[in-house]
């Protein structure tokens, strides 16, 4: 199986460089806590009509971990507008008051969007007990992704732990899709752990700074570095 590549974009004018410098999905999210905001009709519309390739949209409407019972028939609306736009999938994600999945609401909203794949966003690093959540993520409906780093500080702080537990895990190493401060170092040993979903953010914006749009040669960097360790690793 070949790595895939998410790129993250805000906006339209992040999609040209991110599709030509071989992103195999994109997630389309404005700034905000950690994975960002739901964007609007409009802009989710430009992206999907640049986009060549599967694109996931943020699920969220505030930067807390919860949603309340307006937020979430509002999200379901979102959800089957972006759908019908032309998006792949959805990401999303919501912690109860204990600090665990919130299961029901993340269930609930999986079931109103039957068949549609979806990520469960980066508040899987702020749970109480990350071991939990990952127990508690296995059964839900349509769970293709767990964006991950292991700590709310990034990856920086949170791979070791993380890479024990994809090693230790098949289905966690499936799930798995690191994110939040990802290096090229970390790749191949995520490649042995069985990990191949990966997603860059500020890695492919010139500096790092978000106020620069997407770069396509550094997008082809990660492309290059991803297909050259897993071509290495099949040897």
Same mark, same amino acid.
């Given at each position: 199986?070949?790595?895939?590549?998410?790129?993250?974009?805000?906006?339209?004018?992040?999609?040209?460089?991110?599709?030509?410098?071989?992103?195999?999905?994109?997630?389309?999210?404005?700034?905000?806590?950690?994975?960002?905001?739901?964007?609007?009709?409009?802009?989710?519309?430009?992206?999907?009509?640049?986009?060549?390739?599967?694109?996931?949209?943020?699920?969220?409407?505030?930067?807390?971990?919860?949603?309340?019972?307006?937020?979430?028939?509002?999200?379901?609306?979102?959800?089957?507008?972006?759908?019908?736009?032309?998006?792949?999938?959805?990401?999303?994600?919501?912690?109860?008051?204990?600090?665990?999945?919130?299961?029901?609401?993340?269930?609930?909203?999986?079931?109103?969007?039957?068949?549609?794949?979806?990520?469960?966003?980066? /508040?899987?690093?702020? %749970?109480?007990?990350?071991?939990? *959540?990952? =127990?508690? &993520?296995?059964?839900?409906? $349509? #769970?293709? @992704?767990?964006?991950?780093?292991?700590?709310?500080?990034?990856?920086?702080?949170?791979?070791?732990? /993380?890479?024990?537990? %994809?090693?230790?895990?098949?289905? *966690?190493? =499936?799930? &798995?899709?690191?994110?939040? $401060? #990802?290096? @090229?170092?970390?790749?191949?040993?995520?490649?042995?752990?069985?990990?191949?979903?990966?997603?860059?953010?500020?890695?492919?914006?010139?500096?790092?700074?978000?106020?620069?749009?997407?770069?396509?040669?550094?997008?082809?960097?990660?492309?290059?570095?991803?297909?050259?360790?897993?071509?290495?690793?099949?040897?």
């Amino acid at each position: 199986m070949s790595p895939l590549l998410e790129v993250a974009v805000a906006g339209v004018v992040d999609v040209a460089g991110a599709v030509a410098g071989g992103a195999d999905r994109l997630l389309h999210a404005v700034p905000g806590a950690d994975d960002g905001l739901s964007p609007d009709l409009a802009e989710a519309s430009a992206v999907l009509r640049e986009s060549r390739v599967p694109v996931r949209v943020m699920l969220r409407l505030n930067d807390s971990a919860t949603t309340t019972g307006g937020e979430f028939t509002r999200l379901i609306g979102l959800a089957e507008e972006y759908l019908a736009l032309g998006a792949e999938g959805v990401a999303f994600g919501f912690l109860d008051t204990d600090l665990e999945i919130d299961t029901g609401t993340c269930a609930a909203l999986a079931a109103a969007l039957p068949g549609v794949p979806w990520t469960f966003h980066r /508040l899987v690093d702020r %749970a109480l007990d990350p071991r939990h *959540v990952w =127990r508690d &993520l296995r059964g839900l409906a $349509g #769970l293709t @992704a767990v964006a991950s780093a292991g700590s709310p500080q990034g990856l920086g702080h949170g791979y070791d732990d /993380l890479l024990a537990l %994809a090693e230790s895990d098949p289905e *966690v190493a =499936r799930l &798995l899709q690191p994110a939040g $401060g #990802l290096v @090229a170092e970390q790749v191949p040993w995520w490649l042995r752990a069985g990990v191949w979903q990966f997603r860059v953010e500020g890695q492919v914006r010139p500096g790092g700074s978000s106020k620069a749009y997407v770069d396509e040669a550094l997008v082809r960097s990660w492309r290059t570095l991803l297909d050259s360790a897993s071509a290495r690793l099949s040897r």
